[in-house]
């Protein structure tokens, strides 16, 4: 199973709109709705901030916004804070009961 | 309040075995599906493994670069989640997490637990 593809790094200004990119194949991101989005500051776990798509767990701000289409989801965040800088990666279901992580995006606020 | 904390990480040589654990507690954990997910130094999170809940079968299913080597179980009476890692390879060195599984969503991860294979 490969890693999904994503953009090694995305940067934006404080107040802008970024869109992470997260391109799997039929087998996994196209063939079912269970794509989470997480978020990992440097030294720490990650943090859930995206699930099944495009539903945002509690506590989540809602700047932060997921969807997809075909083999392809995306993570958008919206109104960009200093604090939204952090590695971000993505996760599908790839059926048989394994799942597989996207290869992983820095996120810099410039 | 949800705590997943584990332990047991440790410098292995390879070929060799070691044990991580993973205790739960601020949940019903013997209704939980649960994951492990490792990440090399440097590197981006890849899924280890996963075991169903005991009503949902207690099943475990592996990633394919440790299947055969590695065990997921768990004891509901300790509340606590196993990885049994076996034929130790060099590339096995990582942080690895325990997290909570429900649908496509790894809720909620632990600190970490850093395993070293070298010689």
């Known amino acids: 199973q490969s890693a999904l593809t994503q953009p090694a790094s995305v940067s934006g200004s404080p107040g802008q709109s970024i869109t992470i990119s997260c391109t799997g194949t039929s087998s996994d991101v196209g063939g079912y709705n269970y794509v989470s989005w997480y978020q990992q500051h440097p030294g720490k776990a990650p943090k859930v901030m995206i699930y099944d798509v495009s539903e945002r767990p509690s506590g989540v701000s809602n700047r932060f916004s997921g969807s997809k289409s075909g083999n392809t989801a995306s993570l958008t965040i919206s109104g960009l804070q200093a604090e939204d800088e952090a590695d971000y990666y993505c996760?599908?279901?790839?059926?048989?009961?394994?799942?597989?992580f996207g290869t992983g995006t820095k996120v810099t606020v410039l | 309040e949800v705590q997943l904390v584990e332990s047991g990480g440790g410098l292995v040589k390879p070929g060799g075995s070691l044990r991580v654990s993973c205790a739960a507690s601020?949940?019903?954990?013997?209704?939980?599906?649960m994951t492990w997910v490792r990440q090399a130094p440097g590197k981006g999170l890849e899924w280890v493994g996963r075991i169903k809940s005991k009503t949902d079968g207690g099943t475990t299913d592996y990633a394919a670069p440790v299947k055969g080597r590695f065990t997921i179980s768990r004891d509901d009476s300790k509340n606590t989640l196993y990885l049994q890692m076996d034929s130790l390879k060099t590339e096995d060195t990582a942080v690895y997490y325990c997290?909570?599984?429900?649908?496509?969503?790894?809720?909620?991860w632990g600190q970490g637990t850093l395993v070293t294979v070298s010689s």
């Open positions: 601020g949940f019903t954990f013997s209704n939980a599906w």
């Open positions: 997290t909570t599984l429900s649908y496509g969503s790894l809720a909620y």
């Open positions: 996760c599908s279901y790839a059926g048989s009961s394994t799942y597989v």
